[in-house]
């Protein structure tokens, strides 16, 4: 059996702790114990939620107590499948690195020791693996960037960060779904929704998809406003 904690969280929550970094093969392991709870199907489960080192399990106390939820949990994670999540998708996004929409990008580049356009090639030629979901409705966290662009977070948060800014801190990426503080540094913009109720499945991206941004300018990023009001605009992905 695998080294984890069993941690309380609350009286309707249990934290399975896997580690304490962030890594793909621990998150795969995250998702593979994900799944293997949702195929068991335990009554008084209500929600599992991924997190970078950890599955929060949302439970019903009345149902079943966090003993035997434990009890429940454990044989699962014998024999962990941690190979690559099935049924997750590579998302293909646009993104404009016009100057109002990355107005960052100089100060990341010169923490990195390079130029701008090297940094929007790091942004465009990285595929960027969704850890988890967090902080703002359907708002992935992403990995991983090159060691020289781990740039420390600001110390003052900024106001009123623009829906679609693509930002990035500590080695990882974000994207926000509405207009947000962020202490992050912002180094472009995406069009694309990543949260729209009006939809059946409101969420666009989801732990374990990944993520390949590709250029675009201003023209073209109006261009995909336009569509996606019009209604006609679809995302580009495909299966893993």
Not at 109 to 133: C, I, P, Q, R
Request: include cysteine; charged fraction near 20%; proline fraction near 7%.
């Amino acid at each position: 059996m695998m080294a984890v904690q069993f941690l309380p969280s609350g009286d309707r929550g249990l934290t399975v702790q896997f580690g304490f970094d962030i890594d793909r093969a621990l998150s795969r392991q995250i998702m593979a114990l994900r799944a293997a709870v949702d195929d068991a199907d335990i009554a008084g489960v209500i929600e599992t939620v991924p997190t970078y080192r950890s599955l929060l399990v949302h439970y019903d106390p009345i149902q079943i107590r966090q003993a035997e939820l434990i009890a429940r949990l454990e044989p699962l994670l014998e024999g962990l499948d941690g190979d690559e999540k099935a049924g997750a998708t590579r998302w293909h996004l646009p993104i404009c690195f016009e100057a109002d929409f990355a107005f960052d990008i100089d100060h990341v580049a010169e923490f990195a020791s390079l130029s701008a356009e090297d940094v929007k090639d790091v942004m465009t030629g990285v595929e960027h693996f969704v850890y988890m979901l967090g902080f703002a409705p359907g708002m992935p966290y992403m990995g991983d960037l090159p060691e020289a662009m781990n740039i420390p977070r600001r110390s003052s948060p900024v106001q009123n960060i623009p829906q679609g800014s693509v930002l990035v801190a500590t080695g990882l990426t974000v994207m926000y779904p509405a207009v947000n503080p962020s202490g992050w540094h912002v180094v472009g913009r995406c069009p694309v929704p990543l949260f729209d109720l009006a939809k059946s499945d409101p969420v666009l991206l989801s732990p374990g998809d990944r993520v390949r941004f590709h250029a675009v300018s201003l023209a073209d990023y109006e261009n995909v406003v336009r569509q996606i009001e019009k209604g006609v605009y679809e995302v580009e992905g495909e299966l893993l």
